[in-house]
């Protein structure tokens, strides 16, 4: 499915293009008419704006997805933690969706790019290695499932108002989130802020689920992620909806 969305991007759509960060193509379709779909000059933001409500916005590849929670009229969406690659952005506006098509040239210095596909590989060693490692015995363990990527849910609850987004990060960034989570809690404008984690063990097949039903993450049973989050706020008792 979204290899021949990218297909309707390539065909469908005028490019523009703006600099060596990004390339956007807008959707010049009938159905995108009341959408403004505008990149900033340096490219490292994008802002859609509507006279009808915009439920949802989603950017996702074969190894990555973000979803920006909007219920509003306008949205600016950060791009400079996107990783290197080609990406659909798909608008939500009542039953429409429209679909847009994005490509990062080049990635800031202060970020790594996030090569899903080797993780497995790395895991899988490294398990094959535990278990060489490991003294025989009777009883055989189940084996523990390699965490692919993370689902992150964040949301941003302060006086100025509310914010919230989904995406697929690495460990690495999953850490520093966890970091300045536990630390914002401590303060008065990040006291109510709520951020939970989930480990992923196939990417392609929990970004598919996810983007049917934007709540799969609250399922009580996946093989392909584990519903056991890896870490909640400790204000934070239930999921966020």
Known sequence: MIKNLCILAF??????????????????????????????????????????????????????????????NETKIDLSTLPLGKFIVQARLDRKRIVMYLERHEFFKEKTELNVSDEPTIASTILEEKKLESPKTTTTKPEKKPVVSYWVVYESNSGSG????????????????????KLELNTEIGKNNKLIVYEVYNTSKFMRKQLRNPKYFNTSKSKFFNVDPYYVSPNHDILVQ
């Open 11 to 72: 065909t469908l759509f005028s490019v523009c293009i703006y600099g060596q960060k990004t390339t956007f193509q807008k959707n010049a379709n009938k159905r995108a008419k009341g959408l403004e779909q505008i990149l900033n000059k340096e490219g490292d933001s994008l802002t859609l704006r509507s006279e009808k409500t915009i439920s949802q916005v989603d950017i996702f590849n074969d190894d990555y997805m973000k979803t920006i929670d909007v219920n509003g």
């Open 162 to 181: 509310s914010y919230k987004s989904m995406s697929l990060e690495r460990k690495e960034v999953v850490s520093e989130m966890i970091s300045k989570n």
